[in-house]
């Protein structure tokens, strides 16, 4: 078969490239979203990046398919985005799978753009192997993606795996952006724990550690703080502990649910590795039954790759008859 052109639209950059059934990536590109321009200036980009990697491919292949990841919830049957949030305004309602198949004259298949970073992970990555699997993406929000006997767990309307909603004190926490209390994305997310490192050592305090306003700083900031020691250390070693605790809560009631063969976690803030792992791990040592204990719980392998990786084998299932991951021997 034909490596598979895939697409993840994120509200930042939007990328492109050919993968073949290994997971190598070639004739990659990449743009600027420029989310705010709207949701019919970000679909025209779409296209003239696939169509850009098509053309450095040498034209289209009679069998090509199209896997897209984007932003958002998405119909699995119809890949019409049923609900995006502001990172791409006018998204919600967009028939993105019907539009790139007009335009491409190519078949398509969409997906959350979690989802599909799930499927990257399941089969090319940390989780490949794996028939039961948990992927959780930690960034500026939390999200996931559940794989149940080889198959990406979409939900009724593609809603399954919004993981970062889960409540870890649904009395007396803290109001979340969807309206509910205690979601585990208030607690565990970059903006939270970057907010928390700021409450404990203080507004001023927290200009002169790091030399920059409190509202521009970032996990990453508070990571190499951590490391290199100093001023403001602790609490930035105490702050990442706490936050991988507080997604840890969240992980020990998924594994009573879902019972994985393994727990990947991605994304921005997962890229600090300790103390954020050593959190989730002692958290699921206090919280979880001793049948779902030692779960492994691991970094995810792909990066940014993996929601291209996931992409094209979401086309491949789709179109082309691919079964569902075989457990390594």
Not at 5 to 15: C, Y
Not at 43 to 72: F, N, P, Q, S
Not at 219 to 238: E, F, I, K, N, Y
């Amino acid at each position: 078969m034909a490596a598979t052109l895939a697409i993840d639209i994120g509200g930042t950059k939007i990328a492109a490239a050919l993968v073949d059934e290994m997971g190598q990536l070639s004739h990659r590109r990449q743009c600027l979203t420029l989310a705010t321009e709207g949701a019919e200036a970000i679909l025209r980009r779409v296209i003239a990046l696939a169509r850009a990697v098509l053309a450095d491919a040498g034209g289209t292949a009679a069998d090509m398919l199209v896997g897209v990841g984007t932003g958002g919830q998405v119909d699995p049957e119809s890949g019409d985005i049923l609900f995006a949030t502001p990172l791409l305004p006018g998204w919600t309602g967009l028939p993105l799978r019907a539009r790139l198949a007009e335009a491409l004259r190519l078949p398509v298949a969409v997906a959350n753009d979690v989802h599909v970073m799930g499927l990257g992970e399941a089969t090319q990555g940390a989780g490949r192997g794996c028939r039961y699997l948990l992927c959780l993406a930690v960034g500026t929000g939390i999200g996931g993606a559940v794989l149940l006997d080889g198959e990406l767990y979409q939900g009724a309307a593609g809603a399954a795996g919004g993981l970062g909603h889960v409540s870890i004190d649904a009395i007396a926490g803290r109001r979340c952006n969807c309206g509910g209390v205690g979601c585990v994305e208030m607690y565990a997310a970059g903006p939270a724990l970057a907010a928390d490192w700021v409450a404990a050592v203080g507004a001023e305090a927290a200009r002169l550690y790091l030399g920059k306003p409190p509202a521009q700083i970032a996990v990453q900031d508070l990571a190499a703080l951590q490391t290199r020691g100093g001023p403001g250390a602790d609490a930035a070693r105490h702050a990442l502990d706490q936050a991988g605790r507080y997604l840890g809560y969240a992980v020990a009631s998924l594994l009573h649910v879902l019972n994985p063969e393994m727990v990947v976690v991605g994304g921005g803030v997962a890229q600090v590795g300790e103390p954020f792992f050593a959190g989730i791990r002692a958290a699921v040592q206090e919280r979880a039954l001793p049948s779902v204990r030692q779960t492994p719980i691991v970094p995810a392998a792909l990066g940014t790759d993996a929601a291209l990786i996931g992409a094209a084998e979401l086309a491949r299932r789709r179109y082309g008859g691919r079964g569902p991951t075989a457990r390594a021997s």
